[in-house]
């Protein structure tokens, strides 16, 4: 099993910065697919980005592409997300999720508890 904690979220004025981290235990996951999602108030879900295996591939929403910078530290079994440019509308709760990545689609079955992000403008 893998489990998840998301750290880093706060309170940020508009145009500022944070750096969510995802720390994984129980297995390493320098060959998983990991997620950030996040869910706005009143809305569903979403998917903000993910990083395969391949420190290269990387994906973003047009919501966020620009802005935001997906990475991971293997050795610290980490996976950040750089939030910079923050808006109001990125106000939500940030999760981040682990798939394997051995078959598809991706279901993503391990996921952190989140962590508040709140931008004020």
């Known amino acids: 099993q893998v489990q998840l904690v998301e750290s880093g979220g706060g309170l940020v004025q508009a145009g500022g910065s944070l750096r969510l981290s995802c720390a994984a235990s129980g297995r390493t996951i320098s060959s998983y697919v990991v997620g950030w999602f996040r869910q706005r108030p009143r809305k569903e879900r979403e998917l903000v980005g993910a990083i395969n295996w391949r420190p290269d591939m990387t994906y973003y929403s047009d919501a966020v592409n620009g802005r935001f910078t997906i990475s991971r530290d293997n050795a610290k079994n980490t996976v950040y997300l750089q939030m910079d440019d923050l808006k109001p509308e990125d106000t939500a709760v940030y999760y981040c999720?682990?798939?394997?990545?051995?078959?598809?689609?991706?279901?993503?079955?391990?996921w952190g508890q989140g962590t508040q992000v709140t931008v004020s403008s």
């Open positions: 999720a682990a798939d394997d990545g051995l078959s598809t689609p991706l279901e993503y079955p391990y």
